[in-house]
């Protein structure tokens, strides 16, 4: 179901999703961001705009 609202690919969708979470929005099981990116560095990309797209 995450799939259909979080694109992993996409930089804006994760940090959007990072804010959600950040608000006090509620993860589901399977879907942190590091289950989502599993790459550290390409998370802290995205998240600092370091990648747009």
Not at 29 to 34: K, R, T
Not at 37 to 46: A, F
Request: charged share 30%; proline share 8%; glycine share 6%.
């Amino acid at each position: 179901m995450v799939n259909q609202v979080i694109e992993p690919e996409d930089p804006e969708s994760i940090r959007q999703f990072a804010q959600y979470i950040e608000s006090g929005g509620k993860v589901i099981p399977g879907a942190s961001l590091q289950e989502l990116v599993p790459n550290k560095e390409k998370l802290k990309k995205m998240l600092n705009y370091e990648i747009l797209k």
